[in-house]
């Protein structure tokens, strides 16, 4: 009954180093998705994945790595963070692309 | 690709009484949809209104949607002090594939 998680709820790290943020959803949804919040901009979708080994760019996704081996779980990777990637990261999943989109807590980065 | 815009941004109401936001959007869409995002945590699903419905009811909420004007409006009733949130409207992006553009929303304070 967990629906979908995001892990870690929290991190710090430093420009130049390499982050993965995990979400893993327990529907089966065939789409999954992750945005980023910034005061002054909204949500912005960062990539987007219709099912396993299928992805594709959303709208800000320079800087951004993700992968999808199984449906349930979808990792973004910040492959050499900077700062300006601070933001709070939403992953989110859906049956289908234009359908209810379910969110995950978020997760808060901070970049040094 | 920005599509729906909420106005107003803020909105700061006494408990009890009525809270209106609306939602302004530029090319034809087949649904429109509102979300609530409570602070510190991810978007949740409100309402889903197709093209060929006019209104819509859920609850304390009513969503209106004019094709016409290309405008879609959020009610809600009796506002309380639980609905301090920030509001926002989803529609199809306008550039490449179909997928959910979120505004910037509005930010509801409920005063007791």
């Known amino acids: 009954d967990a629906g979908i998680t995001q892990s870690p709820r929290y991190k710090i790290t430093e420009t130049g180093r390499q982050v993965t943020l995990m979400c893993h959803q327990t529907?089966?949804?065939?789409?999954m998705f992750w945005y980023r919040q910034d005061l002054g901009h909204g949500l912005r979708l960062i990539y987007y994945?219709?099912?396993?080994?299928?992805?594709d760019k959303g709208e800000v996704p320079d800087g951004y790595v993700v992968s999808r081996s199984k449906t349930e779980n979808f990792p973004l990777t910040l492959e050499s963070a900077t700062r300006s990637q601070t933001s709070v990261y939403f992953c989110?999943?859906?049956?289908?692309?234009?359908?209810?989109?379910?969110f995950g807590p978020g997760t808060r980065l901070l970049v040094l | 690709s920005q599509q729906g815009e909420e106005d107003p941004q803020a909105l700061s109401i006494q408990e009890g009484e009525n809270a209106t936001m609306n939602c302004s959007y530029k090319?034809?869409?087949?649904?429109l949809q509102w979300y609530r995002q409570n602070s510190g945590r991810g978007l949740v699903h409100l309402i889903l209104?197709?093209?060929?419905?006019r209104e819509k009811h859920s609850g304390r909420l009513r969503v209106t949607l004019d094709t016409s004007k290309k405008s879609s409006s959020l009610l809600i009733t009796a506002s309380r002090a639980a609905d301090t949130a920030s509001y926002f409207c989803?529609?199809?992006?306008?550039?490449?594939?179909?997928?959910?553009?979120f505004g910037q929303g509005t930010r509801l304070t409920i005063n007791p």
């Open positions: 989110a999943s859906s049956e289908s692309l234009m359908q209810t989109q379910y």
């Open positions: 529907w089966s949804h065939s789409y």
């Open positions: 994945s219709a099912a396993a080994d299928i992805t």
């Open positions: 090319t034809s869409i087949n649904n």
């Open positions: 209104i197709r093209s060929n419905e």
């Open positions: 989803a529609t199809p992006s306008i550039q490449g594939a179909q997928k959910l553009v």
